[in-house]
């Protein structure tokens, strides 16, 4: 019997898109350092949203059901937190080790998957778990071999924190984009993002000045084309088969890290990486989706 053909162009668009979300975070490190993580990603979402607007209403979709429309304020909430979390960890740490800590989402979306829906561990995921904690366990040691820098466990603490949002948010880009279609995904991805950070911006975000703002309204076009490019992807191929192409970040980060930061690519965190990689993927190796191929997006 044939091996089903793996689908060519949604894995070359979520290859884009990550690479373009890696740039992106490379342009919103240099953003964060000055204005702040919660400043940037506030301000980023009023861009956002100015730029989607148009694209959203000339594809003439209409206003989303009440159903949707819950949808897609979790995933705005719970993207919001997680990015102001992972941009106050690579303000304190170079951007290819935070991505490279991102990594464990994967290994936590199983838990997830358990605690929310039932699931059972299956004992790959428990061994896989271990290998992917060694090679966090790599990282930290590497990153804190001599006297412990206070700003950096703290950047370690938030990037791990916004792992465990990004797993949720994995789940949730899936079923968003099952229901919508990719410009509307970017446009209230944004909206949700301003309006609910927007919230706290007379304390914690002041207006940028104009080169900081260059740098969010790129940051937000950035944004914007990878949550297209991501949300087409994941409408047409099971999340199983774009997970993995995750790890392909830590290539496009390391060189962002490189030519913009001037960060180096250490021993430790190579090692790190591999362990994490390795972890997840024998963690989540036969691992089924039948309820999912039973599901065909078409014209969306």
Same mark, same amino acid.
């Given at each position: 019997?044939?091996?089903?053909?793996?689908?060519?162009?949604?894995?070359?668009?979520?290859?884009?898109?990550?690479?373009?979300?890696?740039?992106?975070?490379?342009?919103?490190?240099?953003?964060?350092?000055?204005?702040?993580?919660?400043?940037?990603?506030?301000?980023?979402?009023?861009?956002?949203?100015?730029?989607?607007?148009?694209?959203?209403?000339?594809?003439?979709?209409?206003?989303? %059901?009440?159903?949707?429309?819950?949808?897609?304020?979790?995933?705005?909430?719970?993207?919001?937190?997680?990015?102001?979390?992972?941009?106050?960890?690579?303000?304190?740490?170079?951007?290819?080790?935070?991505?490279?800590?991102?990594?464990?989402?994967?290994?936590?979306?199983?838990?997830?998957?358990?605690?929310?829906?039932?699931?059972? /561990?299956?004992?790959?995921?428990?061994?896989?778990?271990?290998?992917?904690?060694?090679?966090?366990?790599?990282?930290?040691?590497?990153?804190?071999?001599?006297?412990?820098?206070?700003?950096?466990?703290?950047?370690?603490?938030? %990037?791990?924190?916004?792992? /465990?949002?990004?797993?949720?948010?994995?789940?949730?880009?899936?079923?968003?984009?099952?229901?919508?279609?990719?410009?509307?995904?970017?446009?209230?991805? %944004?909206?949700?993002?301003?309006?609910?950070?927007?919230?706290?911006?007379?304390?914690?975000?002041?207006?940028?000045?104009?080169?900081?703002?260059?740098?969010?309204?790129?940051?937000?076009?950035?944004?914007?084309?990878?949550?297209?490019?991501?949300?087409?992807?994941?409408?047409?191929?099971?999340?199983?088969?774009? /997970?993995?192409?995750?790890?392909?970040?830590?290539?496009?980060?390391?060189?962002?890290?490189?030519?913009?930061?001037?960060?180096?690519?250490?021993?430790?965190?190579?090692?790190? /990486?591999?362990?994490?990689?390795?972890?997840?993927?024998?963690? %989540?190796?036969?691992?089924?989706?039948?309820?999912?191929?039973?599901?065909?997006?078409?014209?969306?």
């Amino acid at each position: 019997m044939n091996e089903p053909r793996l689908p060519l162009l949604p894995i070359l668009a979520a290859m884009l898109g990550l690479a373009m979300f890696s740039v992106m975070d490379g342009v919103m490190k240099a953003a964060s350092l000055a204005v702040g993580a919660y400043a940037a990603m506030c301000w980023r979402g009023l861009a956002g949203t100015v730029i989607m607007a148009p694209i959203w209403l000339m594809r003439g979709q209409g206003w989303p %059901t009440l159903a949707v429309l819950k949808v897609h304020a979790l995933r705005g909430v719970v993207a919001s937190v997680m990015a102001v979390l992972f941009f106050y960890g690579i303000v304190r740490l170079p951007l290819a080790e935070g991505i490279a800590l991102s990594f464990i989402a994967p290994l936590i979306a199983l838990y997830l998957a358990a605690l929310l829906l039932g699931e059972k /561990v299956r004992p790959a995921a428990i061994g896989g778990s271990v290998l992917a904690l060694i090679g966090v366990a790599v990282i930290a040691g590497g990153k804190f071999n001599g006297p412990a820098d206070g700003e950096a466990v703290k950047g370690l603490v938030a %990037t791990l924190v916004s792992a /465990v949002l990004y797993a949720w948010n994995i789940v949730l880009q899936r079923q968003q984009a099952l229901v919508a279609k990719p410009e509307e995904v970017a446009f209230f991805q %944004t909206l949700v993002q301003f309006l609910f950070l927007g919230l706290g911006a007379w304390w914690f975000a002041p207006l940028p000045d104009q080169t900081v703002w260059w740098l969010l309204i790129v940051s937000a076009g950035l944004s914007a084309a990878s949550l297209m490019a991501l949300s087409w992807a994941y409408g047409r191929a099971e999340a199983q088969v774009l /997970v993995p192409l995750e790890y392909t970040a830590f290539i496009w980060a390391a060189i962002v890290g490189w030519l913009a930061f001037a960060e180096p690519v250490t021993m430790p965190m190579l090692i790190g /990486v591999a362990l994490i990689v390795a972890g997840c993927l024998y963690a %989540t190796r036969g691992a089924k989706s039948s309820q999912e191929r039973t599901i065909a997006i078409e014209n969306q």
